[in-house]
């Protein structure tokens, strides 16, 4: 053999059974900083202590308000406040109280330890009120307006009306609640209309007649205004209507009289210029007009057609120290003819 060859290593020795438990207890052991000190132990306490006398006086406080406001309430039929023992709270109005225990009326919801209206059941109460006022009003109008419809209406009748509206399904199924808000609307309607008994006994209600005048018709107002103030009326408008045909007259007068002052200068230019053609040199043009053709000359033709417009130029005319009006055969028939005899067109030649 070799001198070097490699050395085998040596084995190392088994620990013993005793070694390992040892080793393991030593490594379970808790360290020394696990458990508090003296000082942080007392801390602890004095926390905890106060605590516990900060949880012990909120229990007696609390304990203490409820039992002072705990108190059970009175019952309905104690009715006199003198009556009232301390150990019992007074029953509130809307209220049913029955051995401690508080129940609201219908239509009224528990708030603590009141019992308010409820609004959603008023609310509904409200709105079928005013359908109810709707077709009443409506229907007096339309008496008052055109003779038909009817005045009063049965309570029963409106009662019974009251299940077709569609608000009611808002209340619910609660027969009790149903039944209280028609009682609620029957009270508001009372309220708002006139009732009466007829002579079988039978509870009536009409629209007031004041409220009915808002829910008839424009065209029955204007009526009816018409017919209440007819003597006024009539004598007004007699007196518009006379002041308005006289305003008329007056305009058509002076419109009148200014168109008649043109046309009487038309006819003066048209018979001097005709005089002055006429007294010209180898001239052949007469030196009269025949008076109808001038007319239709000088006419618009709807003005044609008013026999006082040209009848007025013609009295003009006829006045006229200038003119020379006569007759005259003009082909076979006999014209009226203006001559122009003025000195204005001597001065011209």
């Known amino acids: 053999m070799s001198s070097t060859s490699k050395k085998r290593p040596k084995p190392k020795p088994k620990p013993s059974p005793e070694s390992s438990l040892s080793s393991i207890a030593s490594t379970l052991e808790p360290s020394q900083n696990f458990f508090p000190s003296k000082e942080e132990f ?23 308000l409820i039992n002072r406001h705990s108190k059970p309430f009175c019952d309905s039929s104690l009715d006199s406040l003198d009556f009232l023992p301390d150990s019992c709270e007074p029953c509130p109005s809307n209220g049913q109280c029955y051995q401690g225990k508080m129940e609201c009326l219908q239509g009224f919801k528990k708030r603590g330890k009141l019992c308010i209206e409820d609004g959603d059941i008023n609310e509904t ?47 619910g199924s609660d027969n009790a609640i149903y039944m209280y808000t028609k009682e609620r609307t029957m009270e508001t309607v009372n309220r708002m209309l006139d009732t009466r008994t007829s002579s079988p006994g039978v509870k009536e209600l009409k629209c007031p007649d004041m409220l009915a005048e808002h829910y008839k018709p424009f065209s029955c107002r204007i009526r009816q205004w018409i017919s209440e103030h007819a003597l006024l009326i009539l004598p007004v408008c007699a007196l518009l209507v006379g002041s308005a045909f006289i305003l008329w007259k007056l305009r058509r007068r002076r419109c009148l009289s200014t168109r008649v002052d043109e046309l009487y200068q038309q006819v003066c230019e048209v018979l001097e210029e005709k005089a002055f053609m006429s007294k010209s040199v180898n001239s052949e043009c007469e030196p009269w007009v025949v008076a109808s053709r001038l007319r239709d000359r000088l006419l618009l033709p ?5 026999p006082v417009l040209w009848k007025k130029v013609e009295e003009l005319v006829q006045e006229d120290s200038h003119v020379d009006c006569y007759p005259k055969l003009v082909k076979g028939e006999s014209k009226v003819v203006w001559e122009w005899q003025g000195m204005q067109a001597l001065k011209a030649l």
């Open 42 to 64: 007392s801390r602890l306490t004095a926390v905890l202590a106060i605590a516990a006398s900060v949880a012990l006086t909120l229990n007696f406080l609390s304990s203490t």
């Open 302 to 306: 709807k003005e044609r057609k008013d």
């Open 125 to 171: 109460a409200k709105k079928l009120a005013e359908r109810v006022e709707i077709r009443l009003c409506e229907a007096l109008a339309e008496f008052l307006c055109y003779g038909t419809g009817t005045i009063w209406v049965e309570e029963n009748d409106i009662w019974n009306d009251l299940d077709k509206h569609k608000l009611l399904e808002h209340v």
